[in-house]
């Protein structure tokens, strides 16, 4: 079966930059999704297709996709960033979402 | 404005089966513009995908639960609904419904309901 493999935490102060990666084999060629999830709250899409902000997702948000690794790019940290994120993929044969086992992110 | 509520028992016995239901506003289950799909969180673990429905072909369910799960549209009351069978405490945890795009994307949650498994 196919498995995503995170980070489990990834720390960073604030203002500067955090970098969140997702590896998988060949994730190159699937499209990836982000998810920031706080507690108390529904999952929210920061990223969609690699590199897509969905509307009202700041700029600060991005993402690359390339060779066995995508990475969640989180410019400018903000305390309110702090959350866990979960990369997504869909994968064929059989048809089926999967989840990396999310990151948590603290801000100093 | 779609918006999705889950709803169904907090609490389910083991053996038995767990029955969700969420309910869809400002838009129609059959309208074909999101898989309904279901994600479910245990306590201290992350996220897992359990399975989604459209409103033509078979639903797709995670392999892993695939053998215990169902998933059907009730156009009639504009809901969708998760059946999971034989529950254990492992099936403990906060259940999500979203409508998703084809790829599994989704920028439409429900608020979650927490289900836990004991007797």
Redesign the interface.
């Known amino acids: ?1 196919y498995v995503l493999t995170q980070p489990p935490s990834v720390s960073v102060a604030p203002g500067k930059t955090a970098k969140i990666t997702c590896g998988g084999n060949n994730i190159g060629s699937k ?1 990836v ?1 982000w ?1 920031q ?1 706080k507690p108390g709250q ?4 920061v990223i ?2 690699d590199s897509d902000r ?1 509307s009202g997702i700041p700029d600060r948000f991005s993402g690359s996709n390339s060779g066995n690794t995508a990475t969640l790019t989180i410019n400018r940290v903000e305390a309110g960033d702090e959350a ?1 994120y ?1 990369c ?3 994968h064929s044969s ?9 990151t948590k992110l603290t801000v100093l | 404005q779609v918006q999705l509520q889950e709803s169904g028992p907090g609490l389910v016995t083991p053996s038995q089966t767990l029955s969700l239901t969420c309910t869809v506003s400002g838009g129609s289950v059959s309208s074909g513009l999101f898989y309904w ?1 279901w ?1 479910r969180q245990p306590a201290g673990k ?4 359990v ?2 429905v459209y409103t033509s072909g078979s639903p ?4 892993s639960l695939k053998s215990r799960v169902t998933i059907s549209l009730d156009t009639s009351k504009n809901q969708f609904s998760l059946k999971l069978r034989s529950v254990t405490a492992a099936d403990t945890a906060m259940y ?1 419904c ?1 409508g ?1 795009t ?6 439409l ?4 309901t927490l289900v836990s498994v004991s007797s």
């Open positions: 079966s499209s999704h998810y999830h529904a999952p929210k899409l969609l297709n969905p866990d979960y997504q993929v869909w059989p048809d089926h979402v999967i989840f990396g086992g999310g | 799909t994600v992350g996220l897992e995908w399975g989604r797709n369910y995670n392999p999500y979203a998703a084809y790829y599994g994307d989704s920028t949650w429900g608020q979650g």
